[in-house]
């Protein structure tokens, strides 16, 4: 089983564009916006307070998900985790949620349809991405140290229950001080798929 797809050997990189004020009905953040140099794909950082210094930021990696961030899936936690992300960083009064563009563990919002399809004819989210042709697991976390780097923040707080991102921080040269387990969401709807996020991503849901 190719649960990870093997990394290019040129690290994605991106460009800072702009920023702006982004109102919500959790707190004003700021918006950065990023796109990488080759592909042209966007990305954004929330941020709130002062993120500067050496006092370790309060962070999160959250890949796309349109079905559970915007149209409230139940399929999965993810929309969950966006909210639950936001509050705590809005709660601690600082903090930074890169939004990544990565959406269906980075094989798109189409092919996460039919991935969704095999899924209830009886495959695991596992199963259903690697029918399709693709690892279980596309996304390449790796452009979240230039945004970092790009925002001056070298110390962090992760909010995540996946070991890929706290691995790939630290190989960039992010200093990881604590991880901050997020589990939130679980439902009738989601159970098999947290499951085997668990047992077959490595995902940490029980601790």
Same mark, same amino acid.
């Given at each position: 089983?190719?649960?990870?797809?093997?990394?290019?050997?040129?690290?994605?990189?991106?460009?800072?564009?702009?920023?702006?004020?982004?109102?919500?009905?959790?707190?004003?953040?700021?918006?950065?916006?990023?796109?990488?140099?080759?592909?042209?794909?966007?990305?954004?950082?929330?941020?709130?307070?002062?993120?500067?210094?050496?006092?370790?930021?309060?962070?999160?990696?959250?890949?796309?998900?349109?079905?559970?961030?915007?149209?409230?899936?139940?399929?999965?936690?993810?929309?969950?985790?966006?909210?639950?992300?936001?509050?705590? =960083?809005?709660?601690?009064? #600082?903090?930074? $949620?890169?939004?990544? &563009?990565?959406?269906?563990?980075?094989?798109? !919002?189409?092919? /996460?349809?039919?991935?969704?399809?095999?899924?209830?004819?009886?495959?695991?989210?596992?199963?259903?991405?690697?029918?399709?042709?693709?690892?279980?697991?596309?996304?390449?976390?790796?452009?979240?140290?230039?945004?970092?780097?790009?925002?001056?923040?070298?110390?962090?707080?992760?909010?995540?229950?996946?070991?890929?991102?706290?691995?790939?921080?630290?190989?960039?040269? =992010?200093?990881?001080?604590? #991880?901050?387990? $997020?589990?939130?969401? &679980?439902?009738?709807?989601?159970?098999?798929? !947290?499951?085997? /996020?668990?047992?077959?991503?490595?995902?940490?849901?029980?601790?």
């Amino acid at each position: 089983m190719s649960v990870q797809a093997p990394q290019s050997p040129v690290e994605p990189t991106v460009d800072y564009v702009a920023s702006c004020k982004l109102p919500t009905p959790f707190g004003e953040f700021a918006m950065h916006g990023f796109q990488e140099q080759h592909g042209g794909r966007e990305h954004v950082v929330l941020t709130m307070g002062d993120i500067s210094g050496d006092e370790p930021v309060l962070a999160r990696l959250h890949s796309e998900c349109l079905t559970g961030d915007a149209l409230f899936s139940l399929r999965c936690d993810c929309g969950f985790q966006l909210e639950a992300a936001l509050e705590a =960083i809005a709660k601690e009064g #600082r903090g930074a $949620l890169l939004y990544l &563009r990565q959406e269906g563990r980075g094989i798109g !919002l189409i092919n /996460k349809i039919r991935a969704y399809k095999l899924q209830d004819g009886g495959a695991d989210t596992v199963e259903a991405n690697e029918q399709l042709g693709f690892p279980a697991d596309m996304r390449d976390f790796r452009v979240a140290r230039h945004m970092l780097d790009k925002l001056g923040i070298r110390r962090v707080r992760v909010m995540t229950n996946n070991p890929r991102k706290l691995d790939t921080l630290r190989e960039a040269g =992010i200093d990881v001080v604590e #991880r901050v387990p $997020l589990m939130v969401g &679980r439902n009738p709807h989601n159970d098999r798929y !947290l499951d085997t /996020k668990a047992a077959k991503l490595g995902h940490m849901l029980f601790s």
